[in-house]
C-alpha cells in the first residue's frame, strides 16, 4: 500500500497544532484548520504493503477501519474513493480523526523499529476535505418498515445506532436528557479538541436522513421506559458512564471541590449560552486550581482552567511518570504507555515555565475555611510495591488551592435508568449484555457503549452501536 519504499524515503511528521500563544486566547481548534495535500500523500506513501495490518487487528482500530487502502488512496489523491473507504467502517471520522488517541499507531507495523504511520492526521483531513467538497449528503431512505426504535442518550454510540438503524429503515428518535445533542462529545470534550459546530453538522445530516431528536427528556425520569415501551418495538440504552469515580476524603464536601465533568459540562455550557466559558460559576479564573488524575479528561480541565485565566495549576497523578520509549514488559503491538505531552500540558508549560504534572501523589485531606470553601488539600508521596501502595513517611505536603477537579475515571452508568427498566447489571455496575449480543435482561431493550463496556473510547461507542443496530434489526426483522 501506498508507496513502496515511502517508509524508508519519508519520515513522519504530524501535523501541527496552532501556536500556543494564539490558541489560549480563544476556544477554537487547536488543529490549524487547513490541510497540505501534498505533506499527506506524503505521509500516505509511508504506510507499508503489511503482510498483516496490525492497524487493523484487536489491538488497533475498534472500528475495523481500512486504513492501508485508504492510505493508498490518499497517496494516490483518490480523496473522493478514500472517504467511501472511510465511511464503510465509522460513522463519524471527524470526530475520532480529532478525539481518539489513535491505538491504530500503536499498532502500526512501521511502528516496530520507526515512528508510525500519520494515520489520525490522514483520517481527519479525508473526512474534513469531504464536507469541504459536498460530498457528505444526507442518507436517502427508499423504504421503511414501519417500526419504531427509540434510542435513549445521543452520544456516539447513540449516534451510530441511530444512523444504522435508520439506513436499515427503521423510524428512530434519539431522547436526550441535555439541551443539546452529543452526550459526551457536546458537553465532556471541550471545544479546543471538538468543535460544537463540528457536532451540529453532523447531527444536522442525521436529522435531514430521517431521523428525530427529542432534548431536554430524562428518560427513567421525566417519562418512564413502560411507557417508551408502549410506543416504540425496541428500545436502545446508550446512556454512558457517567457515574465518576470519587474521592471519599476528610472535608470532601468543601465548597470547591468539584467532577471534572461538572467543570467541563458548565464551562461549555457557559460558552455555547453566552459566549464566554469564564461566565460559569466554577470558573477557574484567578485561583490556584489542582486537576487529580491524568488521562484526556484532566488535560482538557488543564486547557479550559488556562483559558480561564488561572492563576496557577498543578495536576496530580498516583502513579510514577511513564518511560520515554516502551519498557520490556509493554511490547509492540500493545499500546505504548509512555511519557506524552498533550496540548493541555504543552500550554501550561508555555504559561507557567514547567509540566504541570506532579507524580506519586496521593490527596489525604482537603482543608475548608470557615465557611466551607475550600482553601487547601494535603498529599503524601507513595509508591507501589509488589502491587500494594506504600505511602513514604515525613512527605506530607499541604497545597493552596480554591478549585479542586477530580477527574479520576468512570465506575459505571447511572442506575435510575436500568432500575426503571428492571434491567440486570453486571459486576460493576454496568448494563449487562453480551459484547456482540447487546440483548439485556429485558426482552427488547438492548444496550451498547460505555454503559454496557465501562468507561473506554468514542471508537469503541462506535464499534458498539453499530453492533446494536445490527442485533436490533435481527429482532425486529
Known amino acids: 500500500m501506498g508507496k513502496v519504499t515511502g517508509f ?16 489560549l486566547k480563544d476556544y477554537g481548534e487547536i488543529f490549524t484548520g487547513a490541510h497540505n495535500t501534498l505533506h499527506l500523500q506524503e505521509q500516505g506513501a509511508r504506510c507499508m504493503d503489511c503482510g498483516v495490518p496490525f492497524c487493523q487487528s484487536d489491538n488497533g482500530c475498534p472500528v475495523d477501519n481500512l486504513i492501508p487502502e485508504w492510505n493508498d488512496l490518499v497517496y494516490h489523491d483518490k480523496w473522493q474513493a478514500a472517504l467511501t473507504c472511510l465511511h464503510k467502517t465509522n460513522n463519524f471520522p471527524e470526530f475520532t480523526g480529532r478525539v481518539c488517541p489513535a491505538p491504530c499507531e500503536g499498532s502500526c507495523v512501521l511502528g ?3 515512528p508510525a504511520v500519520t ?14 467538497e459536498g460530498w457528505i449528503q444526507p442518507t436517502k431512505v427508499e423504504h421503511r418498515t414501519g417500526k419504531k426504535v427509540a ?23 434519539v431522547f436526550e436528557r441535555a439541551e443539546r445533542v452529543g452526550g459526551l462529545l457536546m458537553y465532556g470534550i471541550p471545544n479546543m479538541k471538538l468543535g460544537k459546530d463540528v457536532i451540529d453538522r453532523r447531527v444536522n445530516l442525521l436529522k435531514q436522513s430521517g431521523i ?15 411507557q417508551l415501551q408502549n410506543g416504540f ?25 468539584h467532577l471534572a465533568m461538572e467543570y467541563l459540562t458548565k464551562s461549555t455550557q457557559s460558552l455555547l449560552n453566552t459566549g464566554s466559558a469564564d461566565n460559569s460559576d466554577l470558573s477557574a479564573k484567578d485561583k490556584d486550581v489542582i486537576v487529580i488524575g491524568g488521562g484526556d479528561t484532566g488535560t482538557d480541565c488543564i486547557g479550559t482552567a488556562l483559558r480561564q485565566g488561572a492563576k496557577s495549576i498543578v495536576n496530580f497523578e498516583l502513579m510514577g511518570q511513564p518511560p520515554e520509549t516502551r519498557a520490556d514488559n509493554n ?3 500493545l499500546w505504548p504507555l509512555i511519557y506524552r505531552v498533550d496540548y493541555g500540558h504543552a500550554e501550561a508549560q508555555k504559561v507557567f515555565g514547567e509540566d504541570p504534572r506532579q507524580y506519586h501523589l496521593m490527596t489525604k485531606s482537603f ?18 510495591k509488589d502491587g500494594q501502595l506504600i505511602e513514604q513517611i515525613g512527605s506530607e505536603k499541604r497545597w493552596d488551592t480554591q478549585l479542586v477537579l477530580l477527574s479520576m475515571g468512570f465506575v459505571s452508568p447511572e442506575h435510575y435508568l436500568s432500575n426503571d427498566a428492571n434491567i440486570a447489571l453486571d459486576e460493576r455496575g454496568n448494563y449487562q449484555a453480551n459484547y456482540g449480543e447487546y440483548a439485556t435482561s429485558q426482552t427488547g431493550i438492548f444496550t451498547a457503549g460505555d454503559c454496557r463496556r465501562g468507561q473506554s473510547l468514542v471508537v469503541w461507542a462506535i464499534n458498539e452501536g453499530r453492533g446494536v443496530a445490527t442485533k436490533v434489526n435481527e429482532y425486529l426483522a
Not at 8 to 23: A, C, H, I, N, S
Open 8 to 23: 524508508k524515503e519519508f519520515d513522519r511528521k504530524t501535523e501541527g497544532y496552532r501556536p500556543v500563544e494564539l490558541r
Open 367 to 384: 482543608v475548608k475555611d470557615e465557611n466551607g470553601k475550600v482553601i487547601g488539600l494535603n498529599t503524601v508521596n507513595v509508591n507501589f
Open 212 to 226: 428525530e431528536f427529542i432534548t431536554n427528556v430524562d428518560v427513567g425520569k421525566d417519562v418512564s421506559v413502560t
Open 119 to 132: 494515520i489520525k492526521n490522514i483520517e481527519q483531513a479525508i473526512v474534513d476535505k469531504g464536507f469541504e
Open 331 to 333: 511490547p509492540w503491538p
Open 112 to 114: 516496530l523499529n520507526n
Open 151 to 173: 434510542v435513549i442518550g445521543s452520544g456516539p454510540a447513540g449516534l451510530a445506532a441511530a444512523e444504522e438503524l435508520n439506513k436499515l429503515g427503521y423510524n428512530v428518535i
Open 233 to 257: 418495538d425496541a428500545l436502545v440504552f446508550t446512556t454512558g458512564a457517567t457515574q465518576a469515580r470519587d474521592l471519599p476524603v476528610d472535608n470532601r464536601d468543601a465548597d470547591g471541590v
